[in-house]
């Protein structure tokens, strides 16, 4: 567990020192560190990097959660391509909704 909160800790981090503006759209990385530095002091403390990096490990939970349907704590190959292909299909249908919204 320590490992893995080390290397998100890290990607999270060297995301952050790399956000700037490139050919005039916003860096993914420049978000990452507006999102973690909550009370937006241009810093990010030890607190905001663990809370951030507590929100993502809540995220993937969530989805791994969402994709192991049979609730056993265990994640299945046919459990995953079920779920990627459930993806698929919400992409798709979202696709479509903002084609028809714009018509």
Partial sequence: MK?????VGLAIATSAWAG???EG???PGKMMFEKMDT???GVISVKEHEAGLQK???KHRAHF????TDGDGMLT?????A???NMGEKWREHRRECKDAKK
């Fill in 65 to 68: 959660s969402a994709m192991d």
């Fill in 56 to 58: 993502k490990l809540e």
């Fill in 3 to 7: 490992t893995v909160l080390i290397i």
């Fill in 83 to 85: 779920a990627r292909e």
């Fill in 20 to 22: 700037h503006m490139h």
């Fill in 77 to 81: 190959k046919e459990e995953a391509k």
């Fill in 39 to 41: 009370n937006q002091d």
């Fill in 25 to 27: 759209k916003q860096q």
